[in-house]
Nanobody
Framework: QVQLVESGGGSVQAGGSMRLSCGSSGYGSYYMGWFRQAPGKEREGVASLNTGGGRTYSADSVKGRFTISQDQGKNRIYLQMNSLMPEDTAMYYC?????????????????WGQGTQVTVSS
C-alpha cells in the first residue's frame, strides 16, 4: 500500500506562482501524476512522470506554465505552477501506480492523496 500526502495548496492572485509537493511511501519505480478537479468538472490529468527516470509530461492546458519534478532521495514529486489563472482553481491530487496505460487517465492510477485546494483569484 502506498500512501501519498500532498501539501502546498492555498490562495494566490492571478499571475502568481505556487508549488505543490507530494510525499510517497512507495519505493521503486512508479508512474506518478498530478490531477485536478474543479466543482462540476471531471478530474483532469495535469502532469506525469515515472520515478525511475525519463521525460516528464504536461497536459496542453498547462504546458509552459506547470512543471512536474521529483526528488528521488526524498520520495517526493512537485508541481511548480507559474502564471496561474482563475481557471486553474481546483482540488489538486497526487496519484501513483506501478503501471498506467494512459498517463492522464485518472482511472488507471491505484493510489491517491487526499488532495490540496488551489484557489486563484482574478
Amino acid at each position: 500500500q502506498v500512501q501519498l500526502v500532498e501539501s502546498g495548496g492555498g490562495s494566490v492572485q492571478a499571475g502568481g506562482s505556487m508549488r505543490l509537493s507530494c510525499g510517497s511511501s512507495g519505493y521503486g519505480s512508479y508512474y506518478m501524476g498530478w490531477f485536478r478537479q474543479a466543482p462540476g468538472k471531471e478530474r483532469e490529468g495535469v502532469a506525469s512522470l515515472n520515478t525511475g527516470g525519463g521525460r516528464t509530461y504536461s497536459a496542453d492546458s498547462v504546458k509552459g506554465r506547470f512543471t512536474i519534478s521529483q526528488d528521488q532521495g526524498k520520495n517526493r514529486i512537485y508541481l511548480q505552477m507559474n502564471s496561474l489563472m482563475p481557471e486553474d482553481t481546483a482540488m489538486y491530487y497526487c496519484a501513483a501506480a506501478k503501471w498506467v496505460g494512459s498517463r492522464f487517465s485518472w482511472d488507471g492510477y491505484t493510489y491517491w492523496g487526499q488532495g490540496t485546494q488551489v484557489t486563484v483569484s482574478s
